[in-house]
């Protein structure tokens, strides 16, 4: 089996999201969202090990504010280095969003759909339809290889097509939000708590575990619990969830937790 890939999260989480997918042959990446300051893009890139001038290009999941909050910030401290990557946004988060078709005028952005296959660091890069309140919303299959890695947060189920495109992949990044009781709990109004819970919110602990059951195959090592809520669940309770899975199916994979302001490498 090749191991080509590591996972570096930079940030995970409602405040802020920053990940890049690395191929561990070449030093070259991939940025999924940027969400959170220039300082703290870049104090994550020198945490986990990752030269930003590797950066090959940018791929956006949605346009909420979490994830696309820091992106010209850090496109343009890139571009003063010299580093212009193309930044890969789904058509209608460019319409709906000052943030991301403000940045149109300034750098090459180029749309996808789930029909397309985005080459890009010497990965190809397979984007999959989440289900979210955003114009539009996506998580990432990348393969470069033969080796594979799953990425899907900011969605309120796992449909069939999330599964499949999740589906014999050695690192997965998947979605733990929330636990029901603790967003009961939360204070946050009630419109709040049901439109996080809805099939268009995000995944709460018990339904990122059954999708991780389906996942298990021989080819997982590394999972991480992401967009864990810093008001609606626990980092430990997130990883427990997961790691519970893995427990009671007596498989080898390692389960982490990705933090809003620790910045982890997985795989
Ligand atoms: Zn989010
Ligand atoms: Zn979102």
Do not use: W
């Not at 296959?117 to 990965?123: K, N």
């Not at 298990?216 to 967009?227: D, F």
Request: charged share 20%.
């Amino acid at each position: 089996m090749e191991r080509v890939f590591r996972l570096h999260v930079l940030a995970s989480g409602s405040s802020g999201n920053a990940s890049i997918v690395e191929d561990t042959n070449t030093g070259k990446g991939v940025l999924i969202d940027c969400g959170i300051s220039k300082r703290a893009f870049l104090e994550g890139c020198a945490a986990t090990g990752f030269d930003p001038s590797g950066l090959e290009a940018v791929v956006v999941t949605h346009e909420h504010a979490d994830h696309v909050k820091g992106l010209g910030v850090v496109m343009r401290g890139l571009s003063k280095l010299g580093h212009r990557p193309p930044l890969y946004a789904p058509a209608a988060c460019v319409s709906a969003s000052k943030a991301l078709s403000d940045l149109g005028s300034d750098f090459e952005m180029r749309s996808f759909s789930d029909a397309d296959q985005i080459s890009a660091a010497g990965m190809s890069i397979h984007p999959f339809r989440t289900a979210h309140d955003a114009a539009a919303s996506f998580g990432f299959r990348f393969e470069c290889g033969g080796d594979a890695l799953g990425f899907a947060t900011d969605t309120g189920m796992v449909s069939p097509q999330v599964r499949e495109a999740l589906g014999d992949v050695r690192i997965l990044g998947l979605e733990a939000n929330h636990g029901l009781k603790m967003l009961d709990a939360a204070d946050y109004p009630a419109y709040v708590k049901s439109r996080i819970a809805s099939d268009r919110g995000h995944l709460n602990n018990d339904q990122s575990a059954s999708a991780l059951r389906t996942l298990l195959c021989p080819r997982l090592e590394a999972v991480a619990a992401l967009h864990v809520s810093e008001n609606a669940n626990t980092y430990r309770a997130a990883r427990e969830a997961l790691s519970g899975v893995v427990q009671q199916e007596g498989h080898h994979a390692s389960v982490q937790v990705g933090y809003q302001r620790r910045p982890i490498l997985v795989g």
